[in-house]
């Protein structure tokens, strides 16, 4: 039986779905396969955008929209009887495919008969599934108090300590059992008194009234998540479907950065610019195209606050001279024209609610980052009894990276901070806080860019690589290390200037503890500087690199893949020695085969040769290590191959670090296992160096840009 979660509310507007993102990260952190299931869908009409959030996290198994849906309000209306007997089904249905199972209860879309969280009691107690409950910490939704997008009240530690006493009642009512309690968007200068007045009433609720043969624990978890006021902004997309808008100019990827606040220009330019907020909507008459030039212009200036939208209200049509300003400008801001009035177009956009939706990665990491900070996730995983499972799937793998990498809180520079993908990552990494960042670029343009895309990047230190005291300082230091080479202080100045050579002179005089790039670079480019600068680690000859191939169950090591053409017996004993030590830093036991077209004895020529000499070389300069060869693949890694080929080995059959004759082999069989079998390969890892420069695929994904930080982040520290 899978293990379960049901996360209610005791009304709306809570941010329910922030707590589950949360829940649903950390169980697949334990889990293999979980699920995610919705007992009463918000809307027939329309797909709920929750749901469909949780489905598109990398950790849920494979179920379509309609298998995680239960029912809709209407079949509770009809028959509240008949429609659970449909939920209880419906989710045995996903179960059955689940190891875990989160379960998120409905969002007082409608009101329900009986009342919504008595019923969704009932469905936890008949699904068997422990109550998370979520408290809202402030009063109602909120509306807009004077240029900003209002938020409301926030609610005092009692009050929310009396709501606690009502929700539980209500849930033991139902026979339901109570796993913990998260009061969300809570004040933030009142967590602790609220987690203590909240906890107190709790238990007193438990002891004194339900008892504790109902509800499972007389001692009941608390948590209390603080109010961001990114979570509960409006995107821009979201405002131009309020004021049913149109998008009349700028970059349709900027609408899903979130308006912070409301600004009507129904006056002078001069009066509108002192009224202007950082990350806010601006309503401008479609009459005014003064007004609208000069927001436009505030935007781009250094000395006014960057802004989110303009929406052009009145339905009023822009001239072509004005027309073709605009586009001039090219300023990539979104600019909506809708039919509206001012009063309407400012109403409608106060009443727009935000949404934690899949596609904005600032809110997505915002909620997780909340979460992990503020939810003790291993006490809640030792509340569902989740065991820690023996197979390690790629996601348990990365996850294990970014929580070893939080702990050593390493500075790390990325050279490559015009490219978006370089600072989406560094958004996610920060907002994790799996890294201290230096990003290489002009600071206007990089964080401009960031603004516009909707990216927090503000504790990044942005650091332009021609920066005159450090080119100085490098260049002194570039010169006397290559002098020997004929290389001049006029030449060393300009070599510095090089994005690759400038991070690398920081990593190796102290400014930052690795570097990441490559995602606009080639490898030569990356690694050229750490040759002749970082060099390699006493007892090393050469530098190498592995892929971490994380399959379904497992993390395998393959090297060299990426660095070295054409090792000889030498360098393939050194490939192998330095691969074996990288797998036993990522918490992978080191069994390592050399790898050829031969198992044993049974083949001779000089590629056999060569990899027969190489483990020779191995068991001599680390004997303590487990190794086997020359093997071929399948005897290393297929425990019936290698009980025929090799029965004898404790390596065959059992391999956990493969180490490839030569570059064209490693190189295509990582992409083949990684292409066939779904396999998530992480890399190139560079090993060698005294300190850490790792190298980016150009392809390279924002999630693998997070992933190898946080590899050279372990490096740095275990290098220290």
Not at 84 to 112: M, P, Q
Request: aromatic letters at 4%; proline letters at 4%; charged letters at 25%.
């Amino acid at each position: 039986m899978a293990h379960r979660i049901y996360i209610c509310s005791a009304e709306g507007n809570t941010g329910k779905s922030t707590v589950a993102l949360g829940a649903l990260d950390t169980l697949t952190r334990r889990a293999t396969r979980v699920g995610v299931f919705r007992p009463i869908a918000r809307s027939v009409e329309e797909r709920d955008y929750v749901l469909e959030l949780l489905l598109a996290h990398e950790g849920v198994v494979s179920l379509g929209y309609d298998d995680a849906i239960g029912v809709g309000y209407d079949d509770v209306h009809a028959d509240p009887d008949a429609a659970l007997a449909t939920i209880v089904r419906r989710f045995k249905a996903v179960e059955d495919r689940c190891d875990a199972v989160v379960i998120l209860g409905s969002d007082f879309t409608d009101v329900g008969s009986p009342t919504e969280l008595g019923y969704n009691a009932r469905i936890a107690a008949n699904l068997g599934a422990p109550v998370l409950l979520v408290l809202g910490g402030r009063v109602g939704e909120g509306r807009a108090r004077s240029e900003r997008l209002g938020h409301a009240e926030a609610r005092t530690a009692d009050e929310l300590a009396q709501l606690t006493e009502l929700a539980i009642e209500e849930l033991a009512r139902e026979h339901a059992t109570l796993l913990g309690v998260v009061v969300n968007r809570a004040d933030p200068d009142a967590l602790a008194e609220i987690v203590e007045r909240v906890g107190a009433a709790a238990k007193w609720e438990v002891d004194a009234v339900v008892g504790a043969e109902t509800l499972a624990a007389a001692s009941v978890a608390v948590w209390a998540i603080p109010e961001d006021p990114y979570l509960v902004a409006p995107s821009m997309r979201s405002i131009m479907a309020a004021v049913d808008g149109e998008l009349y100019a700028g970059d349709p990827d900027l609408l899903d950065r979130e308006a912070l606040g409301v600004v009507v220009a129904a006056m002078s330019m001069e009066n509108v610019l002192t009224r202007l907020i950082e990350g806010s909507v601006v309503v401008v008459p479609g009459d005014r195209s003064e007004v609208l030039l000069g927001v436009l212009t505030a935007h781009a200036a250094a000395t006014f606050p960057s802004i989110s939208g303009i929406v052009l209200n009145g339905g009023f049509p822009v001239s072509e001279t004005v027309d073709r300003l605009v586009d001039g400008l090219q300023a990539g801001l979104p600019i909506i024209r809708t039919q509206l009035g001012s009063y309407d177009t400012a109403l409608a956009i106060t009443h727009t609610r935000g949404r934690l939706a899949a596609e904005s990665q600032r809110k997505r990491d915002t909620a997780l980052s909340l979460f992990e900070k503020h939810v003790d996730g291993q006490a809640m995983l030792d509340l569902l009894d989740v065991a820690r499972p023996e197979v390690v799937t790629p996601l348990m793998f990365e996850y294990g990276l970014l929580e070893r990498a939080r702990r050593e809180r390493k500075h790390i520079v990325l050279p490559e901070g015009y490219d978006d993908r370089i600072l989406r990552a560094a958004a996610t990494l920060l907002a994790r806080d799996v890294a201290d960042l230096t990003i290489l670029g002009e600071e206007i343009e990089v964080r401009a860019r960031a603004i516009g895309l909707g990216l927090d990047i503000s504790r990044a230190t942005v650091l332009s690589n021609h920066d005159h005291v450090l080119v100085y300082r490098f260049a002194d230091e570039y010169q006397r290390r290559r002098a020997h080479k004929g290389v001049t202080l006029e030449q060393a100045r300009e070599t510095v200037q090089d994005v690759s050579y400038f991070g690398t002179m920081m990593v190796e005089l102290g400014l930052a503890d690795g570097m990441v790039s490559g995602a606009v670079h080639t490898t030569a480019h990356t690694i050229r500087p750490a040759f002749e600068i970082i060099k390699t680690r006493p007892g090393v000859d050469v530098v190498s690199s592995v892929f971490l191939m994380a399959l379904a169950d497992r993390v395998l090591v393959y090297g060299d893949c990426a660095i070295v053409p054409d090792p000889t017996a030498e360098q393939l004993a050194d490939i192998a020695i330095s691969s074996a030590a990288t797998a036993a830093q990522f918490g992978i036991e080191p069994r390592v085969a050399m790898l050829s077209y031969s198992t044993g004895e049974s083949g001779s020529g000089v590629d056999v040769d060569k990899v027969r000499r190489a483990t020779e070389l191995v068991r001599e300069r680390a004997p303590e290590l487990a190794v086997e060869g020359p093997i071929q693949y399948d005897a290393a890694a297929d425990a019936a191959v290698a009980r025929a080929k090799l029965p004898e080995s404790d390596v065959a059959g059992r391999a956990t670090v493969f180490v490839f004759p030569d570059l064209n082999t490693g190189n295509n069989t990582y992409k083949a296992v990684q292409r066939s079998s779904g396999a998530v390969a992480i890399g190139p890892v560079l090993q060698g160096l005294r300190k850490p420069i790792n190298d980016l695929s150009r392809g390279a994904l924002v999630q693998d840009i997070v992933n190898t930080v946080a590899i050279t982040a372990i490096q740095a520290a275990d290098a220290s």
